[in-house]
């Protein structure tokens, strides 16, 4: 049985041009203001390639186009009543979009092995520094054009998106740095250049959500060594110092802001209409419709959406629609752990961060159209362990076998 599934020669030529599109739409990634934008069309025209490249369906992924179908008839069943408003029917098919964005790189990730998974986190980082390039000097320069509320935004619909679109690049260089991957006189700066994007986006759920994988991350490499584990986080602490400094020294109007975002609870978080009474008072009425309110009907309810995945999906897609996404949340960190242990490669566990990372910047923001969000789950979703060799098949190979041939008149007759 061959395991080298990801062998080039292996591939066809509609194969790599369908990467190469697919590589093309994570650049374009870092600029969304345009609807239709770049990387919709390039996503698709990915998809399009796709039917020209022969590949198998795996279970894992078979099992999210399931999840996947039942969130979209949830949102699709709660708002039937109210099709006829334009907003409905163009927010219903944002969503259907980035669906389908999240399973044509489900799709496409199914034939790749190691050698593709790298090239793809050696493009997202590239596409994460372009947008921190653009954020960070829209920001020290004042650029309306790439700032929201005074904020990097880039050249992507608002801050947390872009923030939250620069932590699996984080994650992707530490992945790099731990494995001993690349040149670490260019992971290095490239690092604190996209932290500095980060902090520039002044996004408190980005900036908690990439703190809390770090550390996680960082403790899975170095797990059975706590000085070691310790000394990473003295480390961190010491590169936070340092980024926090040079901020203040680089752009003047970094500290006015800096201490207008360094709170717990902003104005518009706190009182009856606030984020976290929105939380609160989503929870009877999420008992009281099981079906679901129904795409943007929280809108006339509350000033502002709930700003959070979990509690969005329960209360406007219903309890199917809110089932289905914790059970692919769960699903996620689950078959990432089985894909680990199945077959020791740090890049299941990439994979999970890569994911967990913007999943936990929507506790706090509405993230579902966040294309990032759903490029990594699908690529998680889409890893196939037939592509990577286990632990068993990987010490047969390295161990060549030895085969003595006895002369003709050596060998005893029957």
């Known amino acids: 049985m061959s395991f080298a599934v990801s062998d080039e020669r292996e591939h066809t030529t509609a194969y790599h041009i369908r990467n190469v599109v697919f590589f093309m739409a994570v650049i374009a990634m870092n600029y969304t203001l345009a609807r239709p934008s770049p990387v919709d069309l390039l996503f698709v025209t990915a998809a ?184 990473y986080v003295f480390g961190f602490i010491m590169i936070g110092a340092l980024i926090f400094g040079s901020a203040f020294i680089i752009a003047p109007n970094f500290s006015s802001k800096f201490f207008e975002r360094a709170t717990v609870a902003k104005s518009y978080d706190l009182g009856r209409e606030g984020r976290y009474a929105r939380y609160a008072r989503s929870i009877p009425m999420i008992l009281d419709n099981p079906v679901g309110i129904g795409i943007v009907q929280q809108e006339k309810i509350f000033t502002e959406p709930i700003h959070n995945s979990f509690l969005s999906s329960f209360l406007n897609y219903g309890w199917a629609g809110g089932i289905a996404w914790l059970t692919i949340f769960l699903g996620s960190i689950g078959l990432s752990i089985w894909n680990y242990l199945t077959t020791r490669s740090p890049i299941a566990i990439l994979l999970l961060f890569g994911f967990l990372s913007p999943v936990l910047c929507t506790l706090l923001h509405e993230g579902e159209h966040w294309r990032h969000l759903w490029l990594w789950m699908g690529l998680l979703w889409g890893f196939n362990t037939w592509n990577f060799p286990t632990p068993i098949v990987r010490r047969l190979t390295a161990t060549p076998l030895k085969v003595t041939y006895l002369p003709r008149e050596a060998v005893p007759a029957r």
Do not use: H
């Open 48 to 231: 399009a390639l796709s039917v020209f490249v022969n590949q198998t369906i795996r279970i894992s992924y078979l099992c999210l186009t399931i999840l996947l179908f039942v969130w979209m008839t949830s949102y699709t069943v709660a708002s039937i009543p109210f099709l006829e408003e334009q907003v409905v029917r163009d927010e219903m098919f944002k969503k259907t979009f980035v669906v389908s964005l999240g399973l044509i790189a489900g799709y496409v990730a199914m034939s790749w092995g190691p050698r593709q998974y790298q090239q793809f986190l050696y493009v997202y980082i590239t596409s994460a520094a372009i947008a921190a390039t653009i954020g960070i000097i829209g920001f020290i320069l004042n650029i309306p054009l790439v700032l929201w509320d005074g904020r990097a935004a880039a050249f992507i619909d608002d801050p947390n998106m872009y923030g939250s679109f620069l932590l699996p690049a984080v994650i992707g260089c530490v992945y790099l740095l731990g494995n001993g991957i690349g040149k670490r006189w260019l992971l290095i700066p490239v690092t604190l250049w996209l932290l500095l994007g980060v902090l520039f986006s002044f996004s408190r759920a980005a900036t908690v959500g990439l703190s809390a994988c770090l550390l996680l991350y960082v403790g899975f490499l170095i797990r059975g060594n706590i000085l070691r584990l310790i000394a």
